[in-house]
C-alpha cells in the first residue's frame, strides 16, 4: 500500500494596508480571490479534510478566509497560531548592537534564528497534527522562508535571496510519516524527508 502524501501549502497573504494592518487592499483581496479560484480547480477532487491555518494578523487572517472558501472550508474553520506571525515586535523599536542571525537588530525583538526556531516547531507540529493529508498555512514571506531551513535543511544564512509575492504558493510534501517515532537504527535525521514541489508559485495572478 503506498505511503499516503503530507502536503503544505505555504502561503503568503496579499497585498495589505499600509502603515497599521487593518487587512488587504482592494488588490489584495482581488489576489486573494483568484488565488481561492485556483485552489478550488486544483483541489476539486481532494477527499479528506483540509486544513487552514494563519498567523493572528489580519492580513493573513482575511486571505486565509478566501483559502479556506477555495478548499471548501468555512471561515470559522480557520485555525489561528501566533507562531506563524512575522517577527514580534516590540511596541517602540530601538536599535540593538551586534544584530544578526543570532542577536535581534531591535532591542526585545526576535533575531533570524528565533523566528526559524518558532516558525519550525509550528510548522513540525502542524505536519504532525495532519500527517498524510493537505494543510494550507497562510502567514509570511519570512515564515515562508524559514521554511527552507526546517523543511529544505538550508543555512540560516544563505548567499542569496528568494522572491516571496503576495499570494503566491510554495508547496512541501513528503511521503515520510511527519508523525512517526524517529527510530534512529531504521532512518538517518531527520525522520521525514521533504520535497520542494513550487516556490513563489503566482501563475494564477494577472500579469
Known amino acids: 500500500m503506498p505511503t499516503a502524501t503530507t502536503r503544505l501549502l505555504m502561503i503568503r497573504h496579499g497585498r495589505r494596508t499600509e502603515g497599521l494592518d487593518r487587512g488587504l487592499t482592494a488588490e489584495g483581496r482581488a489576489q486573494a480571490e483568484a488565488l481561492r479560484h485556483r485552489l478550488r480547480r486544483e483541489y476539486a477532487l481532494e477527499r479528506g479534510t483540509l486544513a487552514v491555518y494563519s498567523s493572528l494578523l489580519p492580513r493573513a487572517v482575511e486571505t486565509a478566509e478566501f483559502v479556506a472558501a477555495g478548499l471548501r472550508q468555512g471561515a470559522d ?97 513528503t511521503t515520510d510519516d511527519p508523525a512517526a517515532e524517529w527510530d534512529a537504527a531504521a532512518s538517518p535525521w531527520p525522520p521525514a524527508r521533504w520535497r520542494l514541489e513550487r516556490l513563489n508559485d503566482t501563475a494564477h495572478l494577472a500579469r
Open 77 to 173: 474553520d480557520v485555525i489561528q497560531d501566533c507562531d506563524l506571525c512575522t517577527y514580534h515586535l516590540p511596541a517602540e523599536l530601538v536599535p540593538a548592537t551586534g544584530g544578526g542571525v543570532y542577536l535581534p537588530f531591535e532591542q526585545g525583538n526576535e533575531s533570524w534564528s528565533d523566528l526559524v526556531n518558532r516558525v519550525g516547531k509550528a510548522l513540525s507540529r502542524i505536519a504532525a497534527r495532519h500527517s498524510g493529508t493537505t494543510t494550507a498555512i497562510v502567514a509570511h514571506d519570512c515564515v515562508v522562508e524559514a521554511s527552507l531551513v526546517v523543511f529544505g535543511a538550508l543555512p540560516l544564512l544563505r548567499a542569496f535571496d528568494i522572491a516571496v509575492d503576495y499570494a503566491s504558493i510554495t508547496e512541501w510534501t
